[in-house]
């Protein structure tokens, strides 16, 4: 399985953006689909966004949709969420993860996902 590691997360204002990244050693990202996942203090890990081993097919929790847009490029092996109109509710370790197996089609269910990241840290201020 690849390694992941995100960045991009810190401090921003509500309402503000905030661009994360998740690269990938080890192996390429190209034939897995992709999950952002995040968790807040006293919280379950919950599902954010999702997009295909191709890039076709992107799916958004209901809170974050219209606001967040995930993204890939294969080349660089890298998966990306851009987050506008942040909340304070949006304010969570976010984790990126790849699908156990190659070519499966992405989930909202965290046990579906093999290799996870360390996870960056958003805070979102008021």
């Known amino acids: 399985q690849v390694q992941l590691v995100e960045s991009g997360g810190g401090l921003v204002q509500a309402g503000g953006s905030l661009r994360l990244s998740c690269a990938a050693s080890g192996g390429s990202l190209r034939i897995y689909a992709m999950g952002w996942f995040r968790q807040a203090p006293g919280k379950e890990r919950e599902f954010v966004a999702s997009i295909s081993w191709n890039g076709i097919n992107t799916n958004y929790a209901d809170s974050v949709k219209g606001r967040f847009t995930v993204s890939r490029d294969n080349a660089k092996n890298t998966v990306w969420l851009q987050m506008n109109g942040v909340k304070s509710e949006d304010t969570a370790i976010y984790y990126c993860?790849?699908?156990?197996?190659?070519?499966?089609?992405?989930?909202?269910?965290?046990?579906?996902?093999?290799?996870w990241g360390p996870g960056t840290q958003v805070t979102v201020s008021t």
């Open positions: 993860a790849a699908r156990s197996r190659p070519f499966l089609p992405p989930t909202e269910i965290p046990l579906d996902f093999g290799s």
